[in-house]
């Protein structure tokens, strides 16, 4: 992953405006289009409990973007499983459905691919290994109907306004913390606001693009900060004990399950008015984890289900590489997973 190249401003201060971006460069073309063309095979299957024919059940196979959400998935699968189910089909809703995996339901409101490089993803150093091929199997997953586990998933509705609000909320906290006010998100017009849910929802680029460069280039504003969050497993089997130790090690974060999610005011520059690098940013947040801010030691970053570079810029990362919701939702891969 290659990153534009940025120079300080005089002095080593950022500018006190927001001048236009530089058009990007054709390498930050080809990222930019990579990420959101970039898909995860998908085998899912109906829950053994509520399947006439228990775990013999032909799987639902798709291709599924990486920047979109499973639930968009649930009325072909209420419709492909639909004579397979116990219950009766009239008692059978789309948005009732959930999804899981190895018993762990998945946290609807995650983008794919998040949750992909959260449970499953496995490195190039770790597949070679493995002898396993550049394209790995399909990832299994299970749909469920009932028994919704309320304690650990909101509810979505019919009317898809959860997932409308869920996502509309998470773009208005990227919008603050990039400006430092919510104003751009807040001035968009109902139909900016309404293309920018359904080019989410039928991943459409052109539509999406127009109103993000919005909202990544307000006028009259200076970018802040960077929307980045960092997650972490809290006890990982593959970890080291050492990174182990680190991971533990440092607050503050959100643990959510089997998660700790860790988040912080990441500025464009450092406090040196250098570049902020995801080394550095990285450092910041978690030194004991990155206790280099040019090298791994413990661990590496991945994002899309690609180790990044300790020197890429953030603000690049931001611009060309972000979810749809404007956030640079970051993993990290521990010894044999990369």
């Known amino acids: 992953m290659t990153m534009m190249a940025h120079l300080p401003a005089p002095g080593g201060t950022p500018p006190p405006y927001a001048p236009p971006p ?62 397979a189910l116990i219950a009766a089909a009239g008692d059978v809703r789309a948005h009732d459905g959930w999804f899981s995996v190895e018993g762990v339901p998945l946290r609807w409101h995650y983008p794919l691919g998040l949750l992909y490089d959260l449970f499953a993803a ?43 609000d869920a996502f509309i909320n998470s773009v208005k906290e990227a919008d603050f913390l990039r400006n430092g006010t919510a104003k751009g998100i807040m001035a968009l017009s109902k139909e900016d606001s309404t293309q920018l849910w359904r080019a989410v929802q039928d991943h459409g680029w052109s539509n999406y693009h127009a109103i993000h460069q919005k909202l990544l280039n307000p006028a009259g504003a200076r970018l802040r900060h960077v929307p980045l969050r960092v997650y972490l497993p809290s006890a990982s089997a593959s970890a080291s004990a050492s990174a182990s130790a680190a991971a533990a090690s440092h607050d503050p ?13 990441i500025p464009l520059w450092t406090a040196t008015q250098d570049l902020q690098t995801i080394g550095s940013a990285l450092h910041q947040m978690l030194p004991t984890l990155f206790p280099s801010r040019q090298t791994p030691v413990y661990a590496r970053p991945v994002l899309h289900g690609v180790v990044v570079p300790m020197s890429a810029p953030v603000e ?10 404007g956030w640079i939702h970051l993993t990290v891969a521990f010894g044999g997973r990369v």
Do not use: C, K, N
């Open 22 to 83: 530089p058009p990007p460069s054709d390498a930050l073309s080809s990222i930019q289009q990579r990420v959101w063309t970039g898909s995860i095979a998908l085998s899912i299957r109906l829950s053994a409990a509520e399947s006439r024919t228990y775990d013999q059940t032909d799987p639902y196979l798709v291709h599924h973007a990486r920047l979109s959400y499973l639930p968009f998935l649930l009325p072909q699968l209420r419709a492909f499983f639909e004579h």
């Open 253 to 265: 974060t959100t643990t959510t399950g089997r998660l700790r999610v860790v988040q912080s005011l």
């Open 122 to 164: 496995v490195g190039p150093a770790a597949a070679a290994a493995a002898g396993e091929t550049t394209f790995p199997a399909p990832w299994e997953v299970e749909v469920h109907f009932g028994a919704w586990p309320d304690e650990q998933l909101v509810r979505l509705d019919a009317e898809g306004r959860v997932m409308h």
């Open 316 to 325: 690049d990362l931001m611009r060309y590489a972000a979810y749809a919701d």
